[in-house]
């Protein structure tokens, strides 16, 4: 048998690491000393230090790599290696549209210390009274599409007529975006009475001043939006008078490339003199 150091040397690996896959349960030793703790290896157990260190290389994590150890079952291992493919194939053209990015931000000489940061025009005005088809939802933000056409479907099922596009509040104190804190909301034209729904509701939205600009591009950089709008309030003598929401003129269903989204935030505000006076 080998001691831990002289293992490590056999299979490359740093005896911490080696002590770390101990503790992981993917390699342990053969023998570990009652009286000192002194760790041995079989010969045998060379071969499995290199399959995890070919595993690792191949981006598997440590609990997939655990798995495949613990199966003999080959057509499992193959189904696993395919989908490792697809999703270093997928990371692969990510890094290219990142590169693609580098290169033109220094060839159009962007200051990447300073940014670029936007000026927006930004208008007040009331927002009329309406109604909405409202749900509240807790949901991965990358799959928000999904759930906006299935208030669609439900509205075309329960016969409500919609009225424009949808809007989004963010009722997270946080971003979260694996399981974001949400209430999505379409206008409708009209609803027939008694439908109902534990998945959503109608609600009325009272008339409300409102602080609002228009955002064109990428959802990465909407906060510059947001604060463009914060700043233009707190200067006015306004203050927020409830959460911001979003509403998507322009977006993903539009098959358009990114910097083509249009999104307008709106911001119900209050003059501060009311909030005083009250």
């Known amino acids: 048998m080998y001691t831990i150091n002289r293992f490590s040397q056999l299979c490359k690996m740093s005896a911490r690491m080696l002590r770390h896959y101990d503790k992981e349960e993917l390699l342990k030793p053969a023998h570990v000393e009652a009286t000192n703790g002194y760790r041995y290896y079989e010969k045998s157990q060379l071969e499995t230090a290199l399959l995890i260190k070919r595993l690792k290389e191949y981006r598997f994590s440590l609990p997939e790599i655990r798995t495949i150890l613990q199966t003999s079952d080959r057509e499992l291992l193959t189904e696993w290696m395919h989908s490792k493919i697809l999703e270093l194939s997928s990371e692969m053209n990510r890094n290219r549209q990142i590169i693609a990015e580098m290169q033109e931000m220094i060839e159009i000489k962007v200051d990447l210390i ?7 025009d930004i208008s007040l005005g009331m927002r009329n009274e309406k109604e909405v088809l409202s749900q509240r939802l807790q949901i991965n933000i990358a799959d928000m599409d999904k759930y906006v056409d299935s208030l669609y479907e439900q509205a075309e099922k ?4 919609l009225l424009g596009v949808p809007s989004v509040i963010f009722l997270d104190e946080a971003f979260t ?14 609803k027939n009475d008694g439908d109902a729904s534990r998945k959503w509701q109608i609600k009325k939205l009272p008339p409300t001043l409102v602080a609002t600009t228009l ?3 990428s959802y990465d950089y909407i906060g510059y939006a947001h604060m463009a ?10 203050k927020k008078d409830g959460p911001p929401y979003e509403t ?17 935030i709106c911001f119900p505000v209050i ?4 909030t005083i006076d009250a």
């Open 158 to 161: 329960s016969n409500i007529k």
């Open 248 to 264: 998507y003129l322009k977006g993903p269903e539009c098959d358009c490339p990114e910097e083509e989204f249009v999104t307008q």
């Open 177 to 190: 975006p694996d399981q974001s804190d949400i209430e999505l909301m379409i206008p409708i034209l009209h």
């Open 271 to 274: 003059k501060k003199s009311q």
């Open 215 to 217: 955002y064109i591009g």
């Open 114 to 120: 300073q940014g670029e940061r936007r000026s927006f």
């Open 229 to 238: 709008l914060e700043e233009w309030i707190d200067g006015g003598g306004y």
